[in-house]
T-cell receptor, first 115, second 112 residues
Framework: DAKTTQPPSMDCAEGRAANLPCNHS???????VYWYRQIHSQGPQYIIH?????ETNEMASLIITEDRKSSTLILPHATLRDTAVYYC?????WGSGGGADGLTFGKGTHLIIQP | NAGVTQTPKFQVLKTGQSMTLQCAQD?????MYWYRQDPGMGLRLIYY???????DKGEVPNGYNVSRLNKREFSLRLESAAPSQTSVYFC???????????FGDGTRLSIL
């Protein structure tokens, strides 16, 4: 799997948009970008994923650059409950020779929402 | 809708004891996974089951065995627990291997 680089921590004011960057310069053409978050002591929670087009759901938006070497997760109106560690993960499609089917978690970005 | 249920939530073992961690999902998912998370670290894959009847090793399989009992249940067994296996264990499931994974709340295991 391609490796990702994320800042270790970020702050954001409550009510503002939180923009979390991720670099994945060695991503392959068949690899998706996934975002998960982990609120303290809980299991990781899926947020969003995409291949090359921008994606939006009820939780967040995912912006992927045209060259696919980086992406940004946007939480449009951050609340205190969004304080968590956010993981950016790239992984191949199933059956694409990517080895184990699990997710490869790095250390993520600890996002702290300030009141 | 319970999602992914793990039992027990907490457990303390002595070195050399054996234990089975249970995981069940009610989403009719095909794939299931076991991860461990050590303090300050991301999750690491122990074993996974792409479909009922199959299991494969992940990144850190040594000291563990798994059983995919049926489509719903995937258990993780420690035959002879060691202090290095003190960790939080998470089970996850997904409809297919390239679909988002849904996680349980974890089992916190301490081995003395």
């Amino acid at each position: 799997d391609a490796k990702t680089t994320q800042p270790p921590s970020m702050d954001c004011a409550e009510g503002r948009a939180a923009n979390l960057p991720c670099n994945h310069s060695t991503i392959s053409g068949n690899e998706y970008v996934y975002w998960y978050r982990q609120i303290h002591s809980q299991g990781p929670q899926y947020i969003i994923h995409g291949l090359k087009n921008n994606e939006t759901n009820e939780m967040a938006s995912l912006i992927i650059t045209e060259d696919r070497k980086s992406s940004t997760l946007i939480l449009p109106h951050a609340t205190l409950r969004d304080t968590a560690v956010y993981y950016c993960i790239v992984r191949p499609l199933w059956g694409s020779g990517g080895g184990a089917d699990g997710l490869t978690f790095g250390k993520g970005t600890h996002l702290i929402i300030q009141p | 809708n319970a999602g992914v249920t793990q039992t027990p939530k907490f457990q303390v073992l002595k070195t050399g004891q054996s234990m089975t961690l249970q995981c069940a999902q009610d989403m009719n998912h095909n794939s299931m996974y076991w991860y461990r998370q050590d303090p300050g670290m991301g999750l690491r894959l122990i074993y996974y089951s792409a479909s009922e009847g199959t299991t494969d090793k992940g990144e850190v399989p040594n000291g563990y065995n798994v059983s995919r009992l049926n489509k719903r249940e995937f258990s993780l067994r420690l035959e002879s627990a060691a202090p290095s296996q003190t960790s939080v264990y998470f089970c996850a499931s997904s409809d297919r291997s390239n679909q988002p994974q849904h996680f349980g709340d974890g089992t916190r295991l301490s081995i003395l």
